[in-house]
């Protein structure tokens, strides 16, 4: 009879990183090296050792898959520890199973996450599919808490999470539990610790009551999870802090047991259960490579007959309207008939070949029309003007029509030319400046083109020379300066010459308020030019620094080497960032920044600076906590600065905004940007956190983004950067 088997622990882990094998390997040997066994073999595909009663097989194929089998004696059976993976294939995403079952014995063993498993979680950016499975456990501040709240809500996430509240009693303890449950769940858990009461407030607050952990318990939170539509709370097990401070590891062994629990009997996702049976058949030699390849690709849904026939018959019921003939005038009609007959029967004999019966030549004889209803398709009709008068000028719809050429068409024409033009320059120029520089015109040219049609919307402004125009519009001259308003001040008698005297006090404040625009226009310009040399002597500083390092003088500190860069405005930084900042990805705000570039040109090299100097921040934090290097937000990566650490001034931040703003529909929405469905599955999310490139003022640029550093994505994502968004003291 077959020995009992029992599946105690299972791990589903998504690698994007190829290859997998060498990492896993690398750290699998690590592991088994301890207890006794020899390094593992690259050179050999299978390899059979056995030490102190256990025994280790390791057989890969080629460099697609693999599988590592290690089994310990245990009390009346074996425990079997197995770790099989696939590299990427089109479709599929790198996976690796770990599996621990025991087999035979009369009660299953308390166990923990295989030894290997931080180790490896720490060579990339490891998933469950949805939410980045960390090497230990996730500090959780307030400014994190809402985030965290939609990755438990996040309807692909498999591992249950499990919560560490603060212990107030006894301060040290939710670190020491929350370390315990990380190093026994690696893999099959996301452990999460709340920073401090004021995180847990926000915590409980956000879940509500029944939802929420407090007191030094430890909740898990298990899939699916509503907090909006949660009808049984208890699914979520709760162990109480008076509980956890009696019993100690023993009841930390019932969260863990718990928590496994639910993984190990969880299914394998479609596309891992598909490819399983193909791993085994190729490491068994009775599949090839390819056959992964064949398993991974989606089985395409049966073709629903009747629903494909209805679709074609309402597609053939879609027919392009005919437009109605132009009328004619009886005048019309005897001067254009001679000429506009050749050319209309041309017409139809190219519109509709055939048309014209069987035996038609294709010409018509001249003097003769087709009748209504059988001929061609009428040509254009001119523009309806006034009678006996030229045509009125559409304005308006030129303006458009030359905008949209401008963007639309001739954009990704003069960037093919521009990219030809890069590839056949000499090395010693910058190719990429070239096309910098046209994709930040294409973005101004973008910005006039929406002032353009805002200015238009309603209505157009009058036209030079028309009742109503202000003076300045008027051929370009002043009301004083037209030939006859000296004579006719003059002529006026005494009020026009109280006028005439008065004219040179109001001459002189409008020269004083002019000078003092002036003056002031120049001192934004000397404080932009200020801010961009103190950015030049900071780097020089740095390079020098760099110098003495690299000289023998390490106190001085090893600076990175960067090139010099310095924005000319908004659209330059965000072109710049989406070429080279790997962690920071860029959304669709090119229109606020190029207006802000348009309306303020002196200041936005000051706003471009800053921005520049956050993103780089950013891109900094992100890379950190994504690779497990920190684990805290942004506010506490600039404010606790190290040597080396790109960082902002923390009065430039705002994690959150104010509760007029996040409650009211009116306020909320225009801070709701676009993301990746592997960020949010709605593809859209309110960003409260900004920098404020300035705090007061008009205007007051901000930036909002997104972390989701410690997410899936692994990314920070910027929604907008422009003008301050409407608030309760703004409208």
Known sequence: MASQVTRLYQAVLRDREPPISIRLRRTFSEWTEAKGFPPAS???????????????????????????????????????????????????????VVTVEQHGGREPEAVTAPGFLPAYLRTARITDGAVHVEDGPVVLDETEVDRFVRTLADPRRRVPAVVVSVDAQRPEAGRARADHLAAALTGA?????????????RFNETLGERLGVYG???????????????????????????????????????????????????????????????????LSGTAELSAIAAAAA????????????LRRGMMALTRQPVPPAAPETASETASARSAAAPLSTAQSAVARPGAAGPGASGTAAPGTRPAAGQGSSPGPSPAAGPVGGAPALDVAGLVRAVADAVVKELRGELESALNLAASSASPDDEPGLLLREIRILGAHVAGLRDIV???????????????????????????????????????????????TREAPAETRVEGGAGRLRR????????????AAEARRLAWQVRRLERMLTEAGHPAYGAAPEEDVFEPTGLVDVLVRARATLRHVSVGDTDGPAARLDLDHPALCRTW????????????????????????????????????????????????????????????????VFAVPQEVHPAGRLLMEAHVKLRPVGYPAPRMYFHDDSGGASGKVWIGYLGDHLPNTRTN
């Open 42 to 96: 690259a050179a050999r595909a299978r390899t059979e050792h056995e030490a102190g009663g256990a025994r280790l097989v390791m057989e890969r194929r080629g460099g697609g898959c693999g599988r590592y089998t290690l089994g310990e004696p245990v009390a009346g059976g074996v425990l079997r520890t197995q770790v099989t993976y696939a590299e990427s294939v089109p479709g599929m995403t790198g996976w690796v």
């Open 189 to 201: 858990a996301l452990v999460v610790r709340l920073a401090d009461l004021r995180a847990q407030d």
């Open 216 to 282: 030094g318990g430890v909740r898990t939170y298990v899939t699916p999870f509503d907090p909006a539509g949660e009808r049984y709370p208890e699914r979520h097990l709760t162990m109480g802090g008076p509980r956890l401070r009696a019993q100690g590891a023993a009841a930390l062994g019932v969260v863990v047991e718990g928590a496994l629990g639910r993984t190990a009997r969880a299914e394998l996702p479609d596309d891992v259960r598909r490819t399983m049976g193909a791993v085994r058949r190729v």
């Open 298 to 309: 989606p089985v395409p849904a049966p073709v629903d007959l009747s629903r494909e026939e």
């Open 453 to 499: 049609a805002e200015r238009w919307r309603d209505g157009p402004p009058p036209v030079a020379g028309e009742a109503g125009a202000p003076a300045e519009t008027r051929a370009g001259t002043r009301a004083e300066d037209e030939p006859g308003a000296r004579t006719r001040t003059r002529a006026e008698g005494e009020p026009g010459a109280a006028e």
């Open 519 to 530: 003056e002031h226009l120049f001192l934004q310009k000397e404080y932009a030019d200020s």
């Open 608 to 671: 471009a600076a800053k921005a520049w100097d956050a993103l780089c921040a950013l891109d900094d934090f992100a890379g950190a906590r994504s690779s497990g290097a920190f684990s805290g937000g942004f506010y506490d990566w600039c404010a606790n600065g190290a040597d080396g650490r790109r960082t902002i001034p923390t009065g430039m931040l705002a994690m959150r905004e104010s509760r007029s703003v996040t409650g009211s529909a009116k306020f909320s929405e225009p801070r």
